[in-house]
Each structure stands twice: as structure tokens, then as C-alpha cells.
């Protein structure tokens, strides 16, 4: 057993070991040329000052950090780290988002939980200061300016929420808690995981012997720290090994994904983590890209964090075959932030294997409600459980499944949280017998675990993931919706490999071509300031369109259904969409 | 050389509502009203690209210079070049 204390020490230990090395490259806008570096020396040293300039003075504290992609943020969730505090980032919101809706739905999440310090932008710290109950500190940035832009200065003009939580509440956290990573990416009611210091030395042990990562490995990645894959497996993993990373911004790299592919071409970089559908988003802008790129120095580009499609990863091996991507580098994990990370990972120098639908049993006539679509006809391994890990399938009647048969995936692994961290404190009811179920679909096969998709109703969007109940609970407050009649579900994106979101929504009066369109404006507008992300679909319905079930209950799967077909019914005669 | 003002426009309204799934008018916001999401601007990128025969180097942009018709005409004028 590692101690949180140990950890820390062993951690700036094995930074400053590589004291000319460089170990970290934060690449940011506007300058996408010259990246900020930092040594490993240099790493400890800005970290541990940040962390001693905007850190709270007690002793351990949880800590929010609301900000943009920046050198500051990256430092300072390892400087907190090292200085004894615990860590937790948010997502900084997209510039898209109405500045007032945004900050009142932040006040409401920063209410469910318990911390003792929130660092984020100067203005931001204003604003919210006399809404919420933790300290607020301001953190000036290089670029504040532009990000700031978005918030017009000024207090909340009220206070918005009666219920906060107890601020400072992090005693029942456990003693090793080194973070806080939270499970359900950008959504409203937030959970967090605590990351202790033997869970994540473990994961980045066992992790790194499935991969043979040494400090020689180069990790270049988008994806964002408040995300599991951003954090442990492109932060993390790279630091404890000693080995560099490039971190680049979500935001810029969206809208120029070359950007990636610019830097393992740079860096030569060996691992890149990514969502499935970041593949076909790759394969689809290659016809456009401008420049070419040496891809043959990466070991492994690893597909996680939503079902892998075969049609992406066939498309990106395809597609980059002539810049040095081989069949074989492409490689796929099943992770998840209860677990610090990984639970499987594919064998690496080999191609990953895939099975035909037809082979697969379902445990269960009971697992029919599943509401997503099963639309593969050959499922993708994630690989096999890295070492130390057990996996096993449960039918719906609690009995193990055989092989190649389907239901939920259960996990048990050394590195497995022991409860969530919210609005109530830290809850340690969440495992049966040390086994935690995911509320994910698989099944195992020769020792392999394929994922189909989700028992819950979560909708993957992207690699995040996104509570319909979150996302009803916004629509349900818009003037002219139906309270208690919306309906949040996920529709495949078959061009991207991944899900998009969509809203039916019944009106509150007598229906209107205008009122529908105001209505439909105004979802838009605050789904995407309170979760960040643009429901693709959004249909707004009369009175009792939406189908309930025969107990009186709202049915998101037949509404799901009911949507799908009309939308395609409308699709048929020339138009888009779900004509109401 | 790159396309006239009104042939950009065109093009831009034309990939807008293609993209959206719905006519697009004048002034309408894409983006910031959350009509296009964020994975949906590259292919709007890609398409005005097709459309146009131009290349635009997206290095300096933002989903909000999409925002709506006139801002995707004046970042197309601004940024694009010819197609090699």
C-alpha cells in the first residue's frame, strides 16, 4: 500500500529526475507553433508556486478548478496535488453559451457539492463570489481576456439557490484521497469520484505493463482534464512514468483536427487516446487537410470511452494508411473514471479482434427495454482485463453469463473507487461484494470483453456523457414547455460513430407553429448554456405526443422510437427533421 | 482567385441550411443559438470548401465565425484561398 503522503513524495521525485527533460507541452491559442514546455524540474517548480499563490491556506481542501485549456490549469491540478489538497476540474463552458444562463446553472451545480475553494477567471470570481458558499479565487491567465469576454462583469443579480452545500465537507473524503474526477463529464448533478493514492498507482502500474509504457513514450492528446481519458491516461499515465505529453485544447482541436496529427508528427509521439468517433472525424477531414504527416511513430491509437465501431477504426487505418497508421496500431480499452481508468486493454502489435453479431446470445428477454439501438453486425473487442482485474457478465437474473453471451458488465479491480462524492458527502454504498456494476452492456468472449452499449439511459456524446434526466430537468424550466412532458434521448450518428442528442418536447397551451419555434429556440439556447453540448434533434410536440407506458409512465425508448420513425417518415418526403 | 461576393453568399446559405437541416435567413444565429453543434461546423467548413473550391485554413478560427450567413461570407473572404 502506497500512503497519499509516499505518493507525493515519489511523484515530485520521479518529476524532478527528469530535470532537463522536457516533460509537458500545453499548446495554445493563438500560437499553435510554440507550445509552453516545461522540464520536469521546471513542472514542480510552477506547479508547486501556483498551488502556493491560489491555493486555500488549510491544510486539505477540496479544490474547483473553472478554467479554459491553459498551462495554469494543467499545473495547478498537479500542483494541488503535490501541496496536500485535492483537486477537482469542471469543464470550462464553450464561448457559445449565454453568459448569465451559463453562471445561474453554475451557482446551482456548485451548490450539490462540498468544496472549500472554487479558482477560476478574475471576472467569473466576481461575479459569482456572493452566490456561492466556498472561497472564490481569481486566476489572471495569458489569454483571460478572450475567455473572459463571454461574462459581461457583474454580479448575479440574485441569489439563486437556498440549498448549498456544507462547505469544507471533505472529512469523510478518505485519507488517501489524492483528487476528485467526476463521472458523468459535463452534466448538472455532478458526482465525483475519489482518486486515492493506491488506486491510481495501481491503474498506472498495471496500465502500464498492458502497454509497456516507459519513459521513452510520447502521449499526444485533446481531450480535456475533466475527463478520465484527458486526466489519467493523457496526463497522468506520462507524469508517474516520466514520459512527455502534448496537451492541446478540446475547443481548437474540434474545429482543426490537424492540429493533433501536427504534433505526433512533431513530437513523435507513441500513444494517442481517443473516442471512437474522433476516428471517423479524423478519417472524414483528411480529403481537406493541407499539409502531410508522419503518423508511423505511434504504438498504439487507443479507441474508449464509447462502444468502438468497426466502420471507424476500418475508415482511420484506411485513410492514414500512407502516413504510417498500420491496422495494428489501432488498438481499444474499456475505462471508466470508477476504475481511476482502464479495466481492459487490447494487446498491443496486434490487430483487435471482432466477432459477428449472429454469435452473440442475449441472457434475457428482460434486457428488451434497452433503449439503444444495437446497430452493429460486428462488435469490437476492448481487450482483455489488464492484470489484477476481473470482469464478469450478469444476466438479468443475477446469474454469471457464458461466453458470447450478452448482459450487464460487472468489475472488480484493485483500483476500484469505493463510492461517489456529492451533494450528500461521500457515499460508500455503491459496491456488492467489491463488485460494481456498470450499467453497460457486453459480453465476454475467449476472454476478450466486447461493450455494446448502455443500461442506462446515458447518452455518449462525443466520449461524454450526458444524464437525459439533466438535460430534462433544464428543458422542463422553459416558459411554454410542458413541465414533466420532455424527453431526452440519444439518436446514432452513423457519420461519426458516436450519439447525438435529441429533445422532444410537448407544449404547455394549445399548439402553434410559432409557439413551437420560440420553444425550440429557447431549448437550444439553454441546453447548450447549462450542459454544453447542442441537442442535434429537437422536436417540439403537442400535448400528449409523447407515449407513455401502459402504468401512466413516460417511455423514453417508445417516444425514442416514435421520433426515430416520424423523423424518418418526414426524411422520405424531402425534408429534415421532425416536422410537428 | 476566389468566387464573387454574391457566388460566396449563395454557397454559404446554401451549405448553412444544409447543414442545419432548415432554410436559413438572413442574421439567424448557427451557433451561439445552438442550431449547429460544434462537430457539425467542420462539415460545414468541409462543405463550403467542396462548394467553392477553396481551401480554409482553420488554425485562426472559431465555431463563432460561423455564426451566421454574413460572418461565414466575411471569414471565407477573409481566410480562403483557392484550392491548389
Known amino acids: 500500500m502506497i500512503t497519499r503522503d509516499e505518493f507525493r513524495r515519489e511523484l515530485r521525485e520521479r518529476l524532478l529526475a527528469s530535470d532537463e527533460k522536457i516533460l509537458l507541452r500545453v499548446v495554445v491559442h493563438p500560437d499553435f507553433d510554440q507550445p509552453k514546455e516545461f522540464t520536469g524540474k521546471a513542472l514542480v517548480a510552477r506547479a508547486e508556486q501556483l498551488a502556493r499563490s491560489y491555493g486555500i491556506s488549510k491544510g486539505r481542501a477540496v479544490v474547483l478548478l473553472l478554467l479554459p485549456h491553459s498551462p495554469e490549469l494543467v499545473l495547478l491540478q498537479l500542483g494541488l496535488v503535490l501541496k496536500g489538497h485535492i483537486p477537482a476540474v469542471l469543464a470550462w463552458p464553450t464561448s457559445r453559451v449565454d453568459a448569465e444562463k451559463y453562471q445561474r446553472n453554475l451557482v446551482h451545480q456548485l451548490s450539490h457539492l462540498p468544496a472549500d475553494q472554487l479558482i477560476t477567471l478574475p471576472r467569473l470570481a466576481e461575479n459569482l463570489a456572493g452566490s456561492v458558499r466556498c472561497q472564490v479565487t481569481g486566476i489572471h491567465l495569458e489569454n483571460s481576456a478572450t475567455f473572459e469576454s463571454a461574462f459581461p462583469a457583474g454580479p448575479l443579480s440574485q441569489q439563486s439557490e437556498q440549498r448549498q452545500a456544507e462547505a469544507g465537507s471533505s472529512g469523510p473524503l478518505s485519507d488517501d484521497t489524492l483528487f476528485l474526477q467526476f463521472s458523468g463529464g459535463t452534466t448538472g448533478a455532478q458526482k465525483a469520484i475519489a482518486v486515492g493514492a493506491e488506486m491510481l498507482s495501481q491503474q498506472l502500474r498495471r496500465l502500464g505493463e498492458a502497454l509497456e509504457f516507459t519513459a521513452d513514450d510520447v502521449v499526444a492528446s485533446w481531450l480535456p482534464l475533466y475527463h478520465d481519458m484527458g486526466l489519467i491516461a493523457c496526463y497522468w499515465m506520462p507524469l508517474w512514468h516520466g514520459a512527455s505529453s502534448i496537451q492541446i485544447a478540446a475547443n481548437d482541436w474540434v474545429i482543426n483536427p490537424e492540429l493533433l496529427l501536427k504534433y505526433v508528427s512533431r513530437c513523435r509521439a507513441s500513444f494517442c487516446w481517443l473516442p471512437n468517433f474522433a476516428f471517423s472525424y479524423l478519417s472524414q477531414r483528411r480529403e481537406f487537410m493541407r499539409s502531410s504527416f508522419e503518423l508511423d511513430s505511434v504504438r498504439a491509437w487507443i479507441n474508449c470511452s464509447e462502444p468502438v465501431r468497426r466502420k471507424s477504426i476500418n475508415a482511420f487505418s484506411n485513410t492514414f494508411a500512407d502516413w504510417g497508421v498500420e491496422p495494428k496500431s489501432v488498438q481499444a480499452s474499456y475505462a471508466m473514471a470508477e476504475t481511476v481508468f482502464a479495466i481492459t486493454q487490447s494487446q498491443l502489435g496486434k490487430q483487435i479482434s471482432a466477432i459477428p453479431r449472429a454469435c452473440v446470445k442475449q441472457s434475457s428477454q428482460a434486457y428488451g427495454h434497452l433503449a439503444f439501438d444495437l446497430i452493429d453486425d460486428v462488435y469490437v473487442s476492448s481487450g482483455k482485463p489488464i492484470s489484477g482485474t476481473e470482469v464478469r457478465i450478469v444476466g438479468a437474473d443475477g446469474s454469471i453469463c457464458p461466453n458470447a453471451t450478452a448482459g450487464e458488465i460487472h468489475v472488480r479491480a484493485p483500483f476500484l473507487f469505493s463510492g461517489y462524492w456529492g451533494s450528500g458527502g461521500f457515499q460508500t454504498n455503491s459496491l456488492v461484494d467489491g463488485w460494481h456494476a456498470t450499467g453497460d452492456y457486453g459480453f465476454l468472449a475467449n476472454g476478450d470483453l466486447y461493450v455494446i452499449g448502455r443500461f442506462k439511459d446515458i447518452v455518449i456524446v462525443g466520449g461524454n456523457n450526458i444524464f437525459p434526466e439533466d438535460v430534462e430537468a433544464v428543458v422542463n424550466s422553459i416558459e411554454g414547455v410542458y413541465p414533466g412532458r420532455v424527453v431526452v434521448f440519444g439518436v446514432e450518428d452513423t457519420d461519426y460513430g458516436t450519439q447525438s442528442l435529441a429533445v422532444v418536447a410537448e407544449v404547455k397551451d394549445e399548439f402553434s407553429e410559432e409557439k413551437a419555434v420560440q420553444a425550440e429556440a429557447a431549448i437550444r439556447k439553454l441546453v447548450l448554456a447549462a450542459i454544453g453540448v447542442s441537442p442535434r434533434h429537437v422536436a417540439v410536440v403537442p400535448a400528449r405526443w409523447i407515449v407513455k407506458s401502459t402504468a401512466g409512465k413516460i417511455s423514453r425508448r417508445e417516444t425514442r422510437q416514435r421520433f426515430l420513425q416520424e423523423r424518418t417518415a418526414v426524411s422520405l418526403e424531402g425534408g429534415c427533421g421532425l416536422a410537428t | ?84
Open chain 2, 1 to 84: 482567385m476566389l468566387p464573387d461576393h454574391a457566388a460566396i453568399y449563395d454557397a454559404a446559405r446554401e451549405a448553412a441550411s444544409q447543414i442545419a437541416c432548415r432554410p436559413i435567413k438572413e442574421g439567424q444565429r448557427l451557433v451561439t443559438s445552438g442550431l449547429i453543434d460544434s462537430l457539425s461546423v467542420l462539415k460545414l467548413i468541409s462543405l463550403l470548401e467542396k462548394k467553392l473550391s477553396v481551401s480554409i485554413p482553420p488554425e485562426t478560427l472559431q465555431p463563432e465565425d460561423f455564426d451566421d450567413v454574413d460572418l461565414i461570407v466575411e471569414t471565407i473572404e477573409r481566410v480562403a484561398e483557392p484550392a491548389s
